[in-house]
């Protein structure tokens, strides 16, 4: 299990004065980021492997409304694993354990141009499987 | 049916080169807001009736990439409509009339603090009516 | 002169109830985008010439606060062109011809690595030109 | 002085592969907002005080591009307070100590509705000094 805490800062918030829904899948992302790093970035993926992973999927149920300066922390699980996809779990709770929310996302390897199916590259097949318990 | 038409611009982007998946339910809010206004403005609802309506859940199908200046046009449609919740329903095609995702949101009514669970206003009723057929 | 208008909506907000600053910056670069496209896209600049337009500078002055459901103006006019930079003005008002903001960008032409400065290709000169009265 | 590192994220890059100028802004606030925590919180200031602190001004210079996964560190200084208003000065340079870019923000204390200049709390004007050599 892979583990991101961070800051609902003023820039995540709307004039409902609580955290805009979009903007807890960007910290999703960044939790996924911070996961992969180094040792599967961005730049390897991309640039020397010439591949994308595109999101095909993802969703969120949002339990309570979280508020500038909040504390949240963010348990990332594998949802699962196939030959050119795999999926994502990421269970946010706030600083006192109380679950804000939960998404899922599902990604697919494909070539750059997206034009076709690739499988998962070994790299990122090991450093996902060490999210399996 | 509402439908909001827009371009996908440099910001909606990332260093892949295609729209951030995150990116599209900003769109899509923007799709629901255009159709609120000015029958439902937020200021109507937050500061004038005290009431929020969180997104208590929100998933999206992405079928193709999109990229900087595409143009996008998105029908809006009804989902449920229940006493003190409603869902929407975004079908996001290319201006060669491709679909390039799906989105859906699920709101709920709730009084400003979020403690309790109030009944649709009625022109906000009226309003989410006028999306089905 | 290029116009260009939109209106605020709730992820340009945050929990002070007014437009967070940053987003001005995006909002500009939307107005930017709009008045380049369809002559000199991103595309053609990126993928065929192999040239990167970064901006060096940015600042902003806000005037009064901007809320949801704002519907504002952005004027853009050309600041200085040089042999490989140019600059833009925007000018920012609300639909009762207030005005709200102004916004200054400098941007350099460089080949995609970034390591050398390239003189503005002719498309681009000549559409900058367009700005001026 | 302050001090706020953090990393580069693919929805802060755009497609030309670097980073997209206005997220520096938004990153510059989070360093803003992590130098307030916990001794002046946005609630503290908004809730409780009825204060806004909105910021009037904006500029940034950009050196050199940044790219996903870059670990960059800012530091951050007080320009110049006021009665009513504070600048601040942001350094914000790579892991290797390489210049990356400096940011401006000029803020102003005004009550809620922004109709009237405030002078600065005490708590704000005390922590303020704190970033004076």
């Known amino acids: 299990m892979h583990t991101y ?9 709307d ?3 609580i955290l805009f829904f979009a903007n807890l899948f960007i910290i999703a992302h960044e ?13 390897s993926m991309f640039y020397e492997l010439n591949l994308m992973m595109p999101i ?6 949002y339990y309570r409304p979280l508020r500038v300066s909040d504390r949240i922390t963010i348990n990332l699980g594998l949802g699962h694993m196939g030959n050119s996809s795999f ?12 679950s804000a ?15 076709q199916s690739v499988s998962l590259p070994a790299k ?3 450093k996902l499987e060490s999210l399996e318990k």
């Open 87 to 98: 999926s994502l779990e990421y269970n946010i709770h706030t600083k006192d354990g109380e």
């Open 56 to 61: 095909v999927h993802a969703e969120a149920d």
């Open 101 to 115: 929310a939960t998404i899922k996302t599902s990604h697919v390897v494909r070539n750059k141009d997206g034009s």
């Open 124 to 126: 990122l097949r090991k």
């Open 15 to 17: 004039a409902a004065g």
């Open 5 to 13: 805490s961070t800051t609902v800062r003023l820039h995540h918030t």
């Open 31 to 43: 939790c996924y980021e911070s996961f992969l790093d180094p040792d599967v970035t961005f730049n």
